[in-house]
């Protein structure tokens, strides 16, 4: 039978490393992962037992290169989860944020000229800004934030439509919001917080950690996006990808201070001068309507990362 060929771009990425976990389980798909291993790592790729995939380092920033991984394998489906993320390097680096606009014209060009089917592309919560009504609903998109990384998921998300209704090309774009699991790095929340508590270091936070935050576990946010994918749910639409419920940073730190029966204390600093929202809270209902199922709770999500195989294999003096 013939495979189906997909394409991960950011592919070495926490949350896209988890896709291509998933998709290689079936023999049925090859799937090419490029990422040009900026914040990726390679001991996150699928095992080297299975045989249907393959990485190539590439940024998809540069046309040529990834125009010629498109042109040699005519990809029927492309995941496209490359950018820069992480709030500091976001902040600190934000031409380099602004640069991965070309990232996303490349691709779509691409698909365009070499006869992919759809484009699953990767947004964010961050599209939202400093919401004034919650549940965030897909429809109701505020376009308030001035920082680039959401200016950019913006801009993508604008390309992928104006690609549909001049190409043909379609889409479906997820809105992730906070995702956690055992391959993330330690750029995030949680992954950071484990980390002290883990070593019994103080857990920082900036502002009074009153600001919250829904955190949804890597196997409901596969089981969604993947529902969405095989069966063609929500075609040419926007879906919410993340938990409805809401939790403190503050209740974050000390739930994971109990769950590790940690001595870390809680340090409080300064407010981020941006990009601490006070308040994420997804309208889930696509999301819940994918899964078909209560989504995983918060300390049963902690306590699959600690048990895991992957951060056993880290914990050698360091957890990442």
Not at 44 to 72: H, T
Not at 90 to 108: A, F
Not at 280 to 309: C, F, T, W, Y
Request: charged residues 25%.
């Amino acid at each position: 039978m013939k495979q189906t060929k997909i394409l991960i771009t950011g592919g070495a990425g926490f949350i896209a490393s988890s896709l291509a976990d998933r998709l290689t389980d079936d023999e049925q798909n090859y799937v090419v992962i490029v990422d040009n291993l900026l914040t990726g790592s390679k001991d996150k790729l699928p095992s080297a037992k299975k045989k249907n995939w393959k990485f190539i380092n590439c940024d998809v920033n540069e046309f040529r290169p990834i125009a010629s991984i498109m042109q040699s394998f005519q990809f029927d489906y492309v995941f496209h989860y490359a950018a820069v993320v992480g709030v500091k390097r976001t902040l600190d680096s934000p031409v380099m944020v602004l640069d991965d606009i070309q990232g996303i014209k490349n691709i779509l060009e691409l698909c365009k000229n070499t006869g992919v089917k759809r484009i699953i592309y990767a947004s964010s919560s961050e599209v939202y800004g400093e919401s004034v009504t919650f549940p965030q609903n897909e429809e109701t998109t505020p376009l308030n934030s001035r920082l680039p990384y959401a200016v950019v998921k913006n801009v993508g998300e604008a390309y992928c439509k104006s690609y549909k209704q001049e190409y043909g090309i379609d889409y479906t774009i997820f809105r992730f919001f906070n995702t956690y699991g055992p391959k993330q790095s330690t750029d995030f929340v949680v992954s950071k917080f484990l980390r002290a508590a883990l070593s019994d270091q103080p857990i920082t936070i900036y502002g009074d950690g009153l600001q919250s935050r829904t955190f949804c576990y890597i196997d409901d946010h596969l089981d969604a996006t993947i529902t969405a994918y095989k069966n063609e749910i929500y075609k040419n639409e926007v879906i919410n990808i993340g938990s409805d419920v809401e939790i403190s940073i503050k209740e974050l730190a000390e739930t994971i201070i109990e769950l590790t029966d940690s001595s870390s204390e809680l340090t409080y600093v300064d407010p981020l001068d941006e990009g601490d929202m006070k308040r994420r809270k997804p309208d889930a209902s696509k999301m819940k309507e994918l899964l078909e199922k209560e989504l995983v709770p918060l300390k049963e999500g902690l306590q699959n990362i600690l048990q895991s195989n992957y951060i056993k294999a880290k914990l050698n003096g360091q957890y990442v």
